[in-house]
């Protein structure tokens, strides 16, 4: 879809929506809202509805963040303590790695 071509409530509302989206654990919408509507919100020439989607990609671009953080916590800790975990981490692997017992 091409957003240059849409009139500012359509970019409104599919910018809302994508933001709504992601709150349904689906943060790859927030980077997808954030990287699609960051120079519409930011470089482009002042339209009423501007100002809402400006929030809308800086929310965005905030929620990709800490679910970029926690992800990448998370993963540290399962893969350096996964061993120690016994047989609670073997149910949460797909894959069990040899190696320590």
């Known amino acids: 879809m091409n957003i240059s071509k ?7 509302q599919l910018c809302r929506t ?11 919408l ?6 699609w509507f960051f120079k519409e919100a930011f470089t482009r020439t002042s339209y009423p ?5 400006k929030q809308y990609v800086i929310f ?3 929620g990709t963040l800490l679910w970029s953080i926690v ?10 303590q996964r061993s120690e975990w016994g047989a609670t981490a073997d ?4 894959i069990i790695p040899l190696g320590k017992p």
Request: charge should be positive.
């Open 30 to 35: 927030w980077a997808v809202n954030f990287f």
């Open 91 to 94: 149910y949460m692997s797909f």
């Open 71 to 80: 992800l990448a916590i998370w993963i540290i800790i399962f893969q350096t």
């Open 60 to 62: 965005s671009g905030l």
């Open 49 to 53: 509805e501007q100002k809402k989607i």
């Open 6 to 12: 849409a009139t500012g409530e359509q970019k409104l």
């Open 18 to 28: 994508y933001f709504r989206a992601g709150f349904a654990l689906l943060p790859f």
